[in-house]
Nanobody, 126 residues
């Protein structure tokens, strides 16, 4: 079974950048959709971006487009989320998730993903 572990969260001032990392145990060997999501207290988990491991094809939700970039390094079994120009509203717990592809693309919606990491906290101060 695929295992995921996030890292790279922390505190940053508004306008700053962070790069989150997700170690995905079978990224180099299995066809996977891997996505980044975030969740604020009392709110639904929100999709940001996804990447298909075999092709590198990326998809962005409206919430993740423009300031966020997803990428992968299959040699290291890593998927990254580069976040730029962060705002206080970006403060949340960020999760990576994975699933076997069932569509021609990897949709950035949480209910399509069955395996999740433990999450990493991002706090952006004004």
């Amino acid at each position: 079974q695929v295992q995921l572990r996030e890292s790279g969260g922390g505190s940053v001032q508004a306008g700053g950048s962070l790069r989150l990392s997700c170690e995905v145990s079978e990224l180099a060997t299995a066809p996977l959709c891997v996505g980044w999501f975030r969740q604020r207290p009392g709110q639904e988990r929100l999709g940001l971006a996804t990447i298909r491991s075999t092709t590198g094809l990326t998809n962005y939700a409206a919430s993740g487009e423009g300031r966020f970039t997803i990428s992968q390094d299959k040699a290291k079994n890593m998927v990254y989320l580069q976040m730029n120009n962060l705002e206080p509203a970006d403060s949340a717990v960020y999760y990576c998730a994975a699933n076997a592809p069932t569509w021609g693309y990897c949709p950035p919606v949480y209910y399509e993903y069955g395996t999740w990491g433990q999450g990493t906290q991002v706090t952006v101060s004004s």
